[in-house]
């Protein structure tokens, strides 16, 4: 993982987000944006780096040259939003053929906010921007892997009102350490464990592919949110103040909340770009659900197993979506999240299968067909990452956040939260420097 490598942590990001507090405000935006292409180049190597200097160029192109949408160039106007967003998905795919997934992640950012920008310019409700600002909007390092796209206005207003002092730079820099702790502590480890018990496929029982399932969804949940908090430490030390990307997903009573809580900005730029009609019917939401979880899906996953993940989740949503939310609600709501949440494992499955063959041995794993308790590989594995395991699911709820709300009633409980904080973020930042040195070592 590029974020996790030392050069990246040792280096770039330092020097960005110092170079960003010192230098005028007018070369801020620049410093970010070369911190930007900084991270696509070493996610990606060259081939990255050329995809999305193609992607924004090509986006910048289409808004200079569409025409204002009225009623006699509806049709022009369209049809050139039509093609700009038809480029972006070309790229995508060129990159989808040339790197691996987690180098995808910035271009797919990069191509969300260029399709917002499109669609807004064909609505009138952007100006044709110049090529600087609009490459700074495309590539702002914090985004590149904080991941929230946000809407031309809403980055505009986010830069007019950023407020730089003390304050921010510590809690930014707690951001900053909570992240590169989610990373390096909870995601790498997740990450080896399951690269282990892959092995157990297709023979493994059926405890043993739940584990594996759910030592994946450890690994990208904490790997999307360690970064997500990666990035909104560093614009926070910066002055910027970027949207929570996740809210405690785990307690969500159906998949619509899931997804609504889990990269919550990703999920309101759907709601802005793809699905603007609330009123649109089963069929069509259906379809545009489906379009873009499929699409997701064969970026980040394989022909096979992310298009049908993409395929079930669009079925589930449009299904919460046709039933009435009182016959919802008559579910206990502890029964609907343990639901989801076999769902959500479920899906997962599919997503992380890398042939079909591994699609194949995911279902005969949990057939039953090879037993129904932990195998003695297994079992060998939680021995060793028990610490791990338990620590990661501890971090799915809201701890921190119960405990800040129920130490506002004194102020020495305030004290000793903020000094005990103060410990444990210590603490988190020599535990994550100390497992990326051993990396650093091993590799």
Request: glycine share 8%; with cysteine; proline share 5%.
């Amino acid at each position: 993982m590029t974020l996790t490598s030392l050069p990246m942590i040792l280096y770039v990001l330092p020097v960005i987000t110092v170079l960003t507090i010192l230098v005028p405000p007018k070369r801020k935006q620049g410093v970010l944006a070369l911190g930007g292409l900084s991270y696509v180049w070493l996610s990606g190597g060259f081939p990255a780096l050329t995809i999305f200097l193609l992607m924004t160029v090509s986006a910048w192109l289409i808004l200079r040259l569409q025409p204002v949408r009225t009623e006699e160039k509806q049709r022009q106007a369209e049809g050139w939003m039509y093609a700009g967003v038809g480029l972006q998905i070309l790229w995508l795919l060129l990159g989808k053929l040339l790197l691996p997934k987690m180098s995808l992640i910035p271009l797919i950012i990069c191509a969300m906010q260029n399709t917002e920008y499109i669609c807004a310019r064909t609505n009138r409700q952007v100006s044709i921007p110049a090529l600087f600002p609009f490459f700074c909007y495309s590539s702002e390092m914090p985004r590149m892997f904080a991941g929230p796209p946000m809407h031309p206005d809403a980055s505009e207003n986010m830069w007019q009102q950023r407020n730089l002092n003390a304050e921010n730079i510590g809690a930014g820099a707690a951001l900053y350490i909570r992240g590169l702790f989610q990373l390096s502590c909870l995601t790498l480890p997740m990450q080896h464990l399951h690269a282990a018990l892959k092995q157990l496929l297709p023979h493994g029982s059926i405890a043993d592919t739940w584990l594996m399932i759910a030592v994946y969804y450890f690994a990208v949940y904490f790997g999307l949110k360690g970064a997500a908090q990666l990035g909104q430490g560093i614009a926070k030390m910066t002055g910027l103040d970027y949207p929570d990307s996740f809210d405690s997903p785990i307690l969500a009573g159906t998949q619509y909340g899931f997804w609504t809580r889990f990269l919550t900005p990703v999920s309101k730029w759907s709601q802005r770009v793809l699905c603007p009609d609330r009123t649109a019917d089963a069929g069509s939401y259906f379809a545009r659900a489906a379009l873009t979880m499929g699409g997701l899906g064969l970026m980040l996953g394989t022909n096979v197993g992310g298009i049908l993940w993409g395929v079930c989740c669009a079925l589930v949503l449009t299904g919460e979506r046709m039933l009435n939310p009182k016959w919802i609600a008559q579910i206990p709501l502890t029964a609907r999240r343990i639901m989801q949440a076999v769902f959500v494992l479920f899906f997962l499955g599919m997503l992380r299968s890398e042939s079909p063959a591994e699609l194949i041995g995911f279902f005969a794993g949990l057939t039953g067909s090879n037993g129904l308790m932990f195998s003695r590989t297994a079992g060998y594995f939680i021995k060793n990452y028990w610490f791990t395991i338990l620590l990661c699911f501890a971090a799915l709820f809201p701890v921190r956040k119960t405990v800040l709300k129920a130490a506002q009633k004194k102020k020495w409980q305030r004290t000793a939260v903020q000094i005990l904080g103060f410990c444990l973020e210590a603490v988190m930042l020599t535990m994550s420097m100390a497992e990326l040195m051993s990396n650093y070592l091993r590799g």
